[in-house]
């Protein structure tokens, strides 16, 4: 969360300095309706803390939630009954009554809705709200449509000394607005820890968030959690003489619209047509970009020259790898191997699917497929559209659960494993789509990515910039996707290869040992396709990797196995000269005609 501008934060300090001097001098500007105003004003600032916890439900995290009534009135409705009819309740044992009910109410409904979203996730909060509303309404223990009377306000005491007189306008007045504040500075530590960094990431990209390794149910829950306690808590301030439920959905105009106070996401760039598959002639070496789009890769611009790129990207790569070694020869060179945790290299494959399948009822999209792919491995997976192959993608990365077969990494199985689950495993993947946080900036976005390898992210008051850990993965997975000087830009305000760039950054800032790359050449130009090449080729040193490509040139320069899939079943596999000289991989590409590879 980005700081507030001065000018704000100036304006939020005299509005309280305002409020907090108002019972001291109101008195001689409103004259006899001091008591009046002072009354409205406790009301405004009650209603305030509503508003507070619909905005970290609506503002930050993007859930629209009509609930918030419903918690402010359970608290309400808590206190009067547990309070002694003709005797003034403890404050702190009424304290922790409302805000134990309102968190409990809060969580067991979190924990039949959450997984709902958009307009069922609205439905569900407001008919439960509906239901709290008639019981309380109908109920003679609440005191039906009359309501239920409170007679003595709770009496704040410490050790038997007062501390405040509820019943006196001014102490509840003060009580208020310091609770206000208080509430308001608490909100404003969770935003900029890392707890509100992930919420600000479901509220963007939830799909991206999970991917990432975070389970965004938990933040979800976490959220309507605090939000729900904090309505509670007001509702227990805001208790008139004679309590009502609140209506479903009354508070909610409090609260502000979704995406209001955040930077729109502008549409993304659209993708152009695929280029014609050119599968025919040898296959090229891998493309260098020319000496004029060196500046693009190293950090700083062309400080290193364009030789020096992969060099760097060589050795972050090797920083962010967490199974990698540098094995030092006798001439001074370094080489780098897979090894296993005994110091052994690695001779079993990284992946392995057997009989992988994916039915959607009748349509088989992906038949008995089964490949393998060996450490330091790119193994390239093609095929017309519609053959299958984002299916697989999705399959192996825990999107999609198979209807039949199995997905082995490391020799595990890890069929059906959750997206969050598969990510802290190791495995890395990007999008068809570009799938960024468009509003934060290329270091904020590798932020986020490198903060998911953090023991967790339930961290509600350290702020981000203190984990020095995370800033170094982040930053190293910037340079290495030739994104370094850009690290302070807007990811919305990059090209469209440059972003790109910038998803590939953000799979390598989550420690990947494997990767998965969905198209990342779709929909660029030339330059753009030669950049990526070449980062891909430094990465191929230290990663195995399944590419999903359309744009043979780059395959041709990067891929050593082959595997061809045509109305989601596996036409060929092996070598890349084996495959591309297949008699039946030419038919589908070619038809019967007389033309050849």
Not at 68 to 75: D, K, L, S, V, Y
Not at 158 to 182: C, H, K, M, T, W
Not at 495 to 512: D, F, H, N
Request: include cysteine.
């Amino acid at each position: 969360m980005r700081p507030l501008p001065p000018v704000i934060r100036y304006l939020l300090l005299a509005l309280t300095l305002l409020l907090a001097g108002f019972p001291l001098f109101g008195e001689s500007l409103s004259g006899e309706q001091h008591g009046f105003h002072l009354q409205q004003l406790t009301h405004i600032m009650i209603l305030a803390l509503v508003a507070l916890s619909l905005d970290l439900l609506v503002g930050v995290t993007g859930m629209v939630s009509l609930a918030q009534a419903a918690f402010f009135g359970i608290a309400g409705y808590s206190l009067v009954l547990f309070a002694p009819e003709f005797e003034a309740v403890n404050f702190w044992l009424a304290l922790a009554l409302c805000l134990a009910v309102s968190a409990a109410a809060a969580l067991l409904m979190g924990l039949l809705i959450i997984r709902t979203s958009g307009i069922f996730f609205i439905m569900a909060t407001i008919a439960f709200s509906q239901m709290l509303y008639y019981l309380f309404h109908d109920a003679s223990f609440a005191g039906g449509s009359d309501g239920i009377y409170l007679f003595l306000k709770p009496d704040v005491r410490i050790a038997g000394v007062q501390l405040l007189d509820l019943e006196n306008p001014r102490s509840l007045f003060y009580l208020v607005l310091g609770s206000l504040v208080l509430v308001y500075l608490l909100l404003r530590s969770f935003l900029r820890a890392p707890f509100g960094r992930v919420l600000l990431g479901i509220r963007h990209n939830e799909e991206r968030v999970r991917s990432m390794g975070y389970n965004p149910l938990f933040y979800k829950l976490a959220a309507f959690v605090i939000a729900g306690t904090i309505a509670g808590y007001a509702g227990m301030l805001g208790h008139p003489v004679r309590f009502r439920q609140p209506r479903p959905g009354q508070l909610a105009a409090l609260g502000p619209r979704p995406g209001d106070g955040h930077p729109r996401r502008h549409g993304q760039p659209v993708r152009r047509h695929l280029r014609r598959l050119r599968l025919r002639g040898p296959a090229p070496a891998v493309r260098r970009p020319d000496p004029a789009l060196g500046a693009a890769h190293g950090p700083g611009g062309d400080r290193h020259g364009p030789a020096a790129a992969p060099r760097h990207r060589r050795a972050a790569a090797a920083a962010l790898h967490p199974a990698q070694r540098r094995i030092h020869r006798g001439d001074g060179t370094v080489r780098s191997r897979h090894l296993e945790e005994g110091g052994r290299p690695m001779s079993t494959p990284v992946l392995q699917t057997r009989g992988l399948s994916k039915a959607f009822g009748g349509l088989r999209a992906v038949s008995d497929i089964s490949l393998s792919v060996a450490p330091c491995e790119v193994h390239a997976i093609i095929g017309p559209n519609g053959a299958g192959k984002s299916t697989m993608v999705n399959l192996l990365s825990g999107h999609l659960k198979p209807s039949a077969g199995q997905i082995l990494f490391h020799g595990r199985d890890i069929t059906g494993l959750a997206p969050n689950r598969v990510s802290h495993l190791g495995i890395g993947r990007s999008f068809q789509r570009t799938n960024i946080f468009p509003s934060f900036t290329c270091l904020e976005n590798c932020w986020l990515a490198a903060q998911s390898r953090l023991k967790n992210s339930f961290r509600f008051f350290r702020r981000c910039e203190a984990y020095a850990e995370v800033r170094e993965r982040a930053e190293r997975a910037l340079e290495l996707c030739g994104l370094a000087r850009h690290r302070d830009s807007l990811a919305d305000a990059l090209s469209y290869g440059e972003q790109r760039q910038l998803e590939i950054g953000m799979v390598l800032a989550t420690e990947p040992s494997f990767l998965l790359l969905d198209e990342p050449m779709a929909g660029m130009g030339k330059d753009e396709s030669a950049r990526v090449v070449e980062l891909l080729a430094s990465l191929s040193e230290q990663y195995a990797m399944v590419l999903v490509e359309h744009d043979m040139d780059a395959v041709f320069s990067i891929a050593k196995t082959l595997t061809v899939m045509v109305n989601g079943e596996l036409l060929a596999s092996g070598p890349l000269d084996q495959v591309r000289n297949d008699p039946a991989v030419q038919q589908a590409y070619l038809g019967d005609g007389e033309e050849q590879f």
